[in-house]
């Protein structure tokens, strides 16, 4: 007893030594080494921030003139004009319309399938989490489909889904989308609806799934409205090389695009209205300069859960400002991937799809600029489509933006700058606004200025932080980033606690893309839950259960929220300022984003 008793004591007095010893470091080496490090980053991050600042300002001015003015560009079109020519004399152009479905093979559960003796669990591979009756009204109750265990094919078995009683698949750790059955469907019919002489319409369906049960189910719906007399090609790769781009590249290679003057990109989730070529085409048609026309996103889901009203109000400016901004001043936007038509031309002349990057839509859209091609953004055009309602999909979604961008300003840099066929002035405008101040350094300066630099000047008294820099500053640039969402504006602190805790992600990215590290070449779907299974189960959650709790925690924000905290509770005691409340909230936020409660839930 008496050794247990004293080896307690001996450890409590190593604990104290050490703590003792801690402290004694601390106060060695702050005003030597801490307080110049955090000067310096301090100088750093000021002039990032005054270079977002004076970015977010010039943008608002911009805006504000060609609002007040009337001088949006896409306003200056004759298109009725246009459109009256094409009516009369049946001049309509050859348009063809691309829908890429990429979905890498997922592995799903079968929750109503009992294995028999010796046999192994099997598992269907599809992309669908929730079919019931989509699937019913697609599949005849006689039809068989292979199921595959893992990866093999399950030899000499042929198992009816529908026999198995099943009205949801389960979905498995290794899936990277996640889409209601009915996507498809709704985008291949809103494409097929499309008001446009049928003979001057080709459909092609890019069905990049290389599993059976969802290429016959695309197929299957390409046949029916094959019946209808609507000219649509369903095409299927045997390798899913370049991904998306490689998906695209391949569909622009077939023999019947030769005749096609323009192509309409339509992402599996987006559902054009019928009047989109309509009110599309005719600026290419007017403008033979113009090499893409861009239509504005319309989110069917923002009200699915908190997470997704934030996405909501980032994506309204980058719309309503920044791609509003590009068409105005220089004709140039980075292309947003789905909802646009290009002039097949252009594509050409940019030297095609590449798969260099992540972001293979951006790519293109520089190279076509480089070349002399002008771009409209049509602000007044939406296409419907959905926001990833969960953490896991938005976290890889952002990854991808964030890493593709600062890997294609790397990539490109020279080739920008040692362009003569375009203005010095439109040179500057990629490499500085919109590479280096709006992919680079706005990330950049949320997460180490305001996560890091910011809460640890608290524990160094000899640093004093100027309210311009601070506070002035950063409320101006948030405040111009959430006008262009009145109806969500009183959510504006979790929209700058959230934005905070995603700016570790983005700034890691970034990095990567920089340096071209592991993950710089990820390219993994976005996560779609499905608009129909949203709006039936609307304000509540899809699946009551959710995710493990390995899958759910996350280490770097958990980390980050522990850091804000100790901050914040030596703010409380030994500081003569109330910043404790904004890093007790941001660590709150980190700490929520963190354990995972945030976004919607799925079931594994």
């Known amino acids: 007893m008496r050794g247990l008793v004293f080896h307690d004591t001996d450890t409590r007095r190593t604990g104290t030594e050490a703590v003792t010893y801690l402290s004694y470091v601390w106060r060695n080496i702050r005003v030597p080494v801490i307080v110049p490090l955090l000067q310096l980053a301090i100088i750093l991050c000021s002039i990032m921030s005054i270079m977002l600042f004076v970015e977010r300002v010039y943008m608002a001015t911009v805006i504000l003139y060609v609002k007040l003015l009337g001088k949006k560009k896409y306003t200056k079109y004759e298109l009725e004009a246009v459109k009256m020519d094409m009516e009369l004399n049946k001049r309509y152009p050859m348009v063809l319309v691309q829908i890429p479905i990429l979905v890498p093979p997922l592995y799903l559960s079968c929750p109503g399938y009992s294995k028999t003796d010796g046999e192994e669990p099997c598992y269907v591979i599809g992309m669908t989490t929730r079919i019931s009756d989509s699937i019913t009204s697609t599949m005849q109750t006689d039809q068989s489909y292979t199921l595959s265990r893992q990866s093999s094919l399950v030899t000499s078995r042929q198992v009816s889904v529908l026999d198995l009683g099943l009205d949801t698949f389960n979905l498995g750790n290794q899936s990277s989308l996640v889409t209601n059955g009915q996507v498809y469907k709704i985008s291949i019919g809103a494409a097929c609806g499309l008001s446009w002489p049928s003979n001057r319409l080709i459909i092609q369906v890019l069905d990049d799934s290389t599993n059976e049960v969802l290429k016959q189910l695309v197929e299957l719906e390409c046949i029916k409205w094959l019946e209808k007399g609507i000219n649509i090609k369903y095409e299927n790769r045997k390798n899913r090389n370049g991904y998306k781009a490689g998906a695209l590249k391949e569909g622009l290679k077939k023999q019947y695009v030769k005749d096609c003057e323009f192509v309409a990109i339509f992402d599996a989730d987006f559902q054009p209205d019928k009047e989109f070529l309509q009110k599309t085409i005719p600026y290419l048609v007017e403008n033979p300069e113009l090499g893409l026309v861009q239509a504005r996103w319309k989110f069917v889901n923002a009200d699915e859960c908190l997470m997704t009203r934030l996405q909501e109000m980032s994506l309204d400016y980058h719309f309503s400002v920044e791609q509003e901004v590009g068409s105005t001043l220089c004709q140039f936007f980075g292309f947003n991937g789905t909802a646009g038509v290009w002039r097949l031309q252009a594509i050409a002349d940019a030297g095609g799809w590449k798969d260099r990057t992540t972001v293979e839509d951006m790519d293109l859209?520089?190279?076509?600029?480089?070349?002399?091609?002008?771009?409209?953004?049509?602000?007044?055009?939406?296409?419907?489509?959905?926001?990833?309602?969960?953490?896991?999909?938005?976290?890889?979604?952002?990854?991808?933006?964030?890493?593709?961008?600062?890997?294609?300003?790397?990539?490109?840099?020279?080739?920008?700058?040692?362009?003569?066929?375009?203005?010095?002035?439109?040179?500057?405008?990629?490499?500085?606004?919109?590479?280096?101040?709006?992919?680079?350094?706005?990330?950049?300066?949320?997460?180490?200025?305001?996560?890091?630099?910011?809460?640890?000047?608290?524990?160094?008294?000899?640093?004093?932080?100027?309210?311009?820099?601070?506070?002035?500053?950063?409320?101006?640039?948030?405040?111009?980033?959430?006008?262009?969402?009145?109806?969500?504006?009183?959510?504006?602190?979790?929209?700058?606690?959230?934005?905070?805790?995603?700016?570790?992600?983005?700034?890691?990215?970034?990095?990567?893309?920089?340096?071209?590290?592991?993950?710089?070449?990820?390219?993994?779907?976005?996560?779609?839950l499905g608009n129909a299974g949203t709006q039936k189960n609307k304000g509540k959650s899809l699946w009551k259960q959710g995710p493990q709790i390995r899958e759910r925690i996350h280490v770097l924000e958990v980390i980050m929220g522990t850091f804000m905290l100790h901050c914040a509770i030596y703010d409380m005691l030994y500081g003569n300022d109330h910043f404790f409340v904004y890093l007790l909230l941001q660590a709150g936020a980190f700490f929520i984003v963190g354990f995972g409660y945030m976004g919607t839930f799925v079931a594994n």
């Open 365 to 528: 859209a520089v190279r076509a600029s480089l070349k002399g091609w002008k771009f409209v953004f049509a602000g007044d055009l939406t296409v419907k489509n959905e926001l990833p309602s969960t953490l896991k999909a938005y976290r890889y979604q952002q990854h991808r933006w964030s890493c593709g961008p600062a890997n294609l300003l790397k990539k490109m840099s020279k080739e920008i700058m040692l362009c003569e066929r375009v203005s010095i002035w439109k040179r500057l405008h990629l490499i500085y606004a919109f590479f280096f101040v709006r992919k680079i350094v706005a990330h950049w300066v949320t997460f180490f200025f305001y996560c890091i630099i910011i809460p640890a000047t608290v524990m160094v008294p000899e640093i004093h932080l100027k309210k311009p820099i601070a506070i002035y500053i950063p409320a101006t640039i948030t405040l111009l980033n959430a006008v262009c969402t009145p109806r969500s504006f009183h959510l504006i602190i979790f929209w700058i606690l959230f934005e905070n805790v995603m700016s570790l992600h983005r700034t890691k990215a970034a990095i990567i893309g920089l340096l071209e590290a592991s993950r710089v070449n990820e390219w993994v779907v976005t996560e779609k």
